[in-house]
């Protein structure tokens, strides 16, 4: 079985965020960001097919879950929701030293 992965606008909102912000950084940056933001897709779709070894999210939902996506030191984390047998909606994320999503 394999999940459709879609993205809330606020997700999409967050995958700019999160790359401006290594050119913040560093405007010399480009690979940085282009390999973060390629370890992300490739998080992202490793939930086509096991979405459920992903740990349970905050809220009591069963199907509300997170995926870690290491990429450095640190990582990534991705806010997601089992829609149904079929989907599967990135609600946020978020680099894995901010505190909460936005």
């Known amino acids: 079985m394999s999940y459709r992965v879609r993205f809330t606008e606020e997700a999409e909102a967050d995958l700019i ?6 050119l ?11 390999r ?8 992202i779709r490793t939930l086509e097919l096991t979405p459920f070894t992903c ?4 809220g009591g939902s069963p199907f509300l879950r997170e995926l870690v996506i290491s990429f450095g030191v ?5 806010l997601f ?13 978020r680099h894995q ?6």
Do not use: C
Not at 17 to 22: A, E, N, S, T
Not at 36 to 43: D, E, M, S, T
Not at 55 to 58: G, I
């Open 17 to 22: 965020r999160l790359y401006d912000f290594i």
């Open 24 to 34: 913040d950084r560093d405007a010399a940056d480009w690979a940085v960001a282009d």
């Open 36 to 43: 973060a933001l390629q370890a992300i897709k490739a998080g």
């Open 55 to 58: 740990r349970k999210a905050d």
């Open 74 to 78: 640190a990582g990534y984390v991705a």
């Open 81 to 93: 929701e089992i829609d149904n047998a079929e989907t599967i909606t990135v609600l946020a994320l």
């Open 97 to 102: 030293r901010e505190s909460d999503y936005h």
